[in-house]
């Protein structure tokens, strides 16, 4: 069964940084897109990064040059960065997966089949 456990949220102040690990030991591939998503209060999910099975990485122009996305396929886990946080980052994170092929642009969370629980980042002083 795919799973996918994210952790690592918390509460940190503007300026601050988090790291957010997700680990996905169901996945008996690598050949799989992986990113990350957010939903902040009374908003729609929004896309935050993927990367590829080859470690390509795309990112949203709102956190491009402060976040960074990785993945270790050998240990099946994908990592979010986050430097320089700012309030309105905010929101429930959540990291998903689909399997390398599968139609869609990396940012329609409706492509992904698979998804955690979330875990909640909070910036605020």
């Known amino acids: 069964q795919v799973q996918l456990v994210e952790s690592g949220g918390g509460l940190v102040q503007p300026g601050g940084s988090l790291r957010l690990p997700c680990t996905a030991p169901?996945?008996?591939?690598?050949?799989?897109?992986m990113g990350w998503f957010r939903q902040a209060a009374g908003k729609e999910r929004e896309a935050v990064a993927s990367?590829?099975?080859?470690?390509?990485?795309v990112y949203a122009d709102s956190v491009k040059g402060r976040f960074t996305i990785s993945r270790d396929n050998a240990k099946r886990t994908l990592t979010l960065q986050m430097d320089s946080l700012k309030p309105e980052d905010t929101a429930m994170y959540y990291c998903?997966?689909?399997?390398?092929?599968?139609?869609?642009?990396?940012?329609?969370?409706?492509?992904?089949?698979?998804w955690g629980q979330g875990t909640q980042v909070t910036v605020s002083s």
């Open positions: 169901g996945f008996t591939s690598n050949y799989c897109l």
């Open positions: 998903a997966a689909r399997w390398s092929g599968v139609s869609g642009a990396w940012y329609s969370d409706v492509s992904y089949p698979y």
């Open positions: 990367i590829d099975s080859a470690g390509r990485t």
